[in-house]
T-cell receptor, first 111, second 117 residues
Framework: TQLLEQSPQFLSIQEGENLTVYCNSS?????LQWYRQEPGEGPVLLVT?????EVKKLKRLTFQFGDARKDSSLHITAAQPGDTGLYLC???????????FGRGTQLTVWP | NAGVMQNPRHLVRRRGQEARLRCSPM?????VYWYRQLPEEGLKFMVY????????ESGMPKERFSAEFPKEGPSILRIQQVVRGDSAAYFC???????????????FGEGSRLTVL
């Protein structure tokens, strides 16, 4: 059973387009993190959101945590080939020291 | 300013052999986590350790798998009598504070890729 569902699973777009990927759950999380992972490497933390309704911006990336702290979205404006990678969301819950990961969205941005 | 160091990066074992994966956390980090990643399955939590203590091993199979984080030296994930289904990427992560409680951020190593022939 996957606690966090990410959609779409695959996304292939042209450079300059905008995109949104989603991370949904029926469970409430105390925090939610987004990571990016490139082939052969470990995930790299992009952002942590902790408050329902919170919005964080990181250059062209905008992260939002749902009001009920069950879902999150990542919006990328004017995507670039360097944005290509696997985007993972991970939720922190009541079990200390443990994150629950979604399966990820594989983004490919073509020049 | 070294990050989380894992070795070996790649390990090939035959069925029935033992695999030992090592992880040195970031300097100053006392919390270590092991995750397993299978293709298209995402990262699955295995075990959470602090120095000399296993805090949560609920994600780790009870047989053949063990983990330790001694007072001195790296954390070790040990898989005995490996089977083909153990083939995966094993990631270690560390944090300065406990995660899952809004207080800690996780830093991952580059992973150890185990192939069982």
């Amino acid at each position: 059973t996957q606690l966090l569902e990410q959609s779409p699973q695959f996304l292939s777009i042209q450079e300059g387009e905008n995109l949104t990927v989603y991370c949904n759950s029926s469970s409430v999380f105390s925090s939610l993190q987004w990571y990016r992972q490139e082939p052969g490497e470990g995930p790299v933390l992009l952002v942590t959101v902790v408050t329902g309704g919170e919005v964080k911006k990181l250059k062209r990336l905008t992260f939002q945590f749902g009001d009920a702290r069950k879902d999150s979205s990542l919006h990328i404006t004017a995507a670039q080939p360097g944005d290509t990678g696997l985007y993972l969301c991970a939720g922190g819950g009541s079990t200390l020291g443990r994150l629950y990961f979604g399966r990820g969205t594989q983004l490919t941005v073509w020049p | 300013n070294a990050g989380v160091m894992q070795n070996p990066r790649h390990l090939v074992r035959r069925r029935g052999q033992e695999a030992r994966l090592r992880c040195s956390p970031m300097k100053g980090h006392s919390h270590v986590y092991w995750y397993r990643q299978l293709p298209e399955e995402g990262l699955k939590f295995m075990v959470y350790l602090q120095k000399e203590n296993i805090i949560d091993e609920s994600g780790m199979p009870k047989e053949r798998f063990s983990a330790e984080f001694p007072k001195e030296g790296p954390s070790i994930l040990r898989i005995q009598q490996v089977v083909r289904g153990d083939s995966a990427a094993y990631f270690c992560a560390s944090s300065a504070r406990q995660i899952g409680t809004n207080t800690g951020e996780l830093f991952f190593g580059e992973g150890s890729r185990l192939t069982v022939l």
